[in-house]
């Protein structure tokens, strides 16, 4: 399984950016899907998830700003992120995980930079 992250980049405060990863598998094979971040010096933090479905979880920073979405046509999950803030800037990681025979399997892709300027 692979997953390609794209649509990072440079980008003010109060700004908005799409981020897209793309499946090279069916996601209805997978039973969630999500973004993480890290953050120069920090932890890699879970960002949002969404599941088969499309029930969704965020983490508290983001409530109201953040949206992820699923299409299932175009295997592909998304991150609108509206309002960016300084502190928003990180890596972001996309997930993909399955849970067979109780066990689970995360997938991870490549990780798109977001630097959101003051």
């Known amino acids: 399984v692979q997953l390609q992250a794209s649509g990072g980049g440079l980008v003010q405060a109060g700004g908005s950016l799409r981020l897209s990863c793309a499946a090279s598998?069916?996601?209805?094979?997978?039973?969630?899907m999500g973004w993480y971040r890290q953050a120069p010096g920090k932890q890699r933090e879970l960002v949002a998830t969404?599941?088969?479905?499309?029930?969704?979880i965020y983490r508290d920073s983001v409530k109201g700003r953040f949206t992820i979405s699923r299409d299932n046509a175009k295997n592909t999950v998304y991150l609108q992120m509206n309002s960016l803030r300084p502190e928003d800037t990180a890596v972001y990681y996309c997930?993909?995980?399955?849970?067979?025979?109780?066990?689970?399997?995360?997938?991870w892709g490549q990780g798109t930079l977001v630097t959101v300027s003051s």
């Open positions: 969404i599941t088969g479905s499309s029930s969704t």
């Open positions: 598998a069916t996601i209805f094979s997978f039973n969630a």
């Open positions: 997930k993909a995980q399955r849970i067979a025979m109780s066990q689970a399997y995360d997938y």
